[in-house]
């Protein structure tokens, strides 16, 4: 896919752990350069900050296998590349009905938790839950995703004035990328099996909380726990042992609480650099700002 610089595609859903910020970091310790030939995989690809930047910046990239357990994003994906225009037409039309309400709080209000409601049901077309479960991100608090035991939405209405809902160029952009991107739902394990020669895995799980009170993984119904860390890392010595290459990122648990050595314990064989980061969500904003965030990896420095 050849992209010419003002063509870049970007994000279109704002994700807890968007990988933005860290592209850079990413970038360093990359092993592929342009002229390569190579598979990438992401197996937890949340809004895809590292997928579009690779998708922007690799024009070789022979395959892509993106993954996410979280079904509505995924969902998502699909309509984006099957259906983009009548994704566009629908999104516009809430976009034009929702500003409209600008000045009447209350009218917002019963707008937003309607569609709420709605996408709750999950009764919907695929089509209609594509674009509700993108007006939400767009106009709730934070761009937050959270859903309780049930696995009911929760998130409350954001207060932005007239949020852009539907950002038609970009999508368009996110369709044409999306052509050549194999796209998967379900737990990050099944992604092994799409591994050639020259993969490399972009590892992006659900951050370990760095306090029980910043706790935010609830990303889908179960959370990620330690015995998940441990499965993933466990996952990461077999891709090794086959292989390929991989970066992953994670909390930087140690630099909450200097006795905390999980990951540096259970990551003892690689490399562990520690990055700084901007985290743009977190429940408490005075304690939003630069914090280390881990990039652990098999690829030579
Ligand atoms: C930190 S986010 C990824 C953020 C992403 N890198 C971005 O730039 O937006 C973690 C993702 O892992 C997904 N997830 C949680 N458990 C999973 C599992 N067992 N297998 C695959 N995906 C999972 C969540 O739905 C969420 O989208």
Redesign the pocket.
């Known amino acids: 896919m050849r992209m010419g610089s003002n063509k870049k595609v970007k994000?279109f859903?704002k994700?807890?752990?968007?990988?933005?910020q860290l592209l850079d970091d990413i970038a360093a310790t990359f092993p592929f350069s342009k002229q390569d030939k190579f598979t990438f995989i992401?197996?937890?690809?949340?809004?895809?900050?590292?997928l579009f930047w690779v998708l922007n910046h690799y024009p070789n990239v022979q395959q892509c296998i993106i993954?996410?357990?979280?079904e509505d994003?995924i969902t998502t994906y699909h309509t984006i590349r099957h259906d983009v225009e009548s994704l566009i037409d629908r999104l516009t039309l809430w976009q034009t009905e929702y500003h409209a309400l600008t000045d009447d709080k209350e009218a917002k209000k019963t707008y937003y938790y309607t569609k709420r409601a709605a996408f709750n049901t999950k009764e919907e077309s695929s089509l209609t839950q594509a674009a509700l479960f993108i007006f939400l991100n767009r106009t709730c608090f934070n761009g937050l995703y959270r859903v309780n035991k049930s696995g009911g939405y929760n998130v409350p209405i954001g207060s932005y004035k007239t949020p852009m809902i539907c950002d038609a160029d970009n999508l368009r952009k996110v369709n044409e990328a999306l052509q050549r991107v194999t796209i998967l739902q379900?737990?990050?394990e099944q992604t092994l099996k799409y591994a050639e020669n020259d993969t490399f895995f972009?590892l992006?799980?659900?951050?370990k909380p760095l306090s029980v009170s910043s706790s935010f993984?609830a990303?889908?119904k179960g959370e990620?726990n330690d015995a998940?860390q441990t499965r993933l890392k466990e996952f990461c010595d077999t891709i090794s042992e086959q292989g390929h290459t991989w970066i992953l990122?994670n909390s930087d648990v140690k630099q909450q609480e200097h006795s905390n050595l999980f990951f540096d314990d259970l990551y003892s064989d690689y490399a562990i650099n520690r990055v700084l980061a901007k985290r743009a969500i977190n429940s408490n904003s005075a304690k939003r700002g630069s914090i280390y965030e881990l990039l652990i990896t098999n690829c030579a420095a």
Do not use: C, M, Q, R
């Open positions: 994000p859903l994700w807890a752990g968007g990988k933005t992401e197996p937890f690809v949340g809004s895809g900050a590292v993954n996410d357990i979280n994003l379900g737990d990050f972009y992006d799980p659900p951050y993984n990303y889908a990620f998940e990122s």
